[in-house]
């Protein structure tokens, strides 16, 4: 990836946006069973308990991702993906430093995700975990299982 990123709050109308989420919903139907999918469709990313945030390189989508109020200080990201012309070029980790410093700005003290297990799901584990996200009880309507990890890290 050359050049910086442009990461803005996005309304989710735009073709890019909504091709990356189709691919991403796509993709988590193919990698786990239809019972432990938790990607948002656009519908529920628009509501107001989630922010969602798109990074943009020039005039192509490389990135989005979005935090959710889960309140009680603590939050939850949501629809992390880079799109895949960009990944493995660090687009997805810029968007989880912003969403991490969005939740400290908000004055988070906990953020949680949930992803999945099978090795599809590895690249995603990893940046978790270099950024301080460790594996974590099942929280909200999560169950650990083979399927899905859920992780969290302190702010």
């Not at 989630?50 to 939850?76: H, P, Q």
């Not at 929280?139 to 890290?153: A, H, I, K, Q, T």
Request: hydrophobic residues 40%; contains cysteine; aromatic residues 10%.
């Amino acid at each position: 990836m050359t050049g910086t990123l442009h990461i803005i709050e996005d309304d989710l109308s735009g073709e890019a946006i909504n091709a990356l989420l189709t691919l991403h919903l796509e993709e988590m139907h193919k990698w786990s069973p239809a019972c432990k999918v938790h990607a948002m469709p656009v519908e529920r990313l628009r509501e107001e308990d989630v922010t969602f945030y798109a990074a943009w390189s020039g005039g192509d989508l490389a990135a989005c991702g979005a935090l959710k109020e889960l309140g009680d200080g603590r939050g939850e990201l949501k629809s992390m993906r880079a799109s895949p012309a960009f990944r493995g070029q660090g687009a997805g980790e810029a968007i989880l430093l912003h969403l991490l410093a969005e939740a400290e700005r908000r004055g988070y003290h906990w953020l949680g995700l949930e992803t999945g297990r099978p090795t599809e799901f590895f690249p995603a584990q990893k940046l978790y975990e270099k950024h301080g996200f460790a594996e974590c009880e099942p929280f909200g309507n999560y169950v650990s299982d083979e399927f899905s990890l859920c992780m969290s890290r302190t702010l």
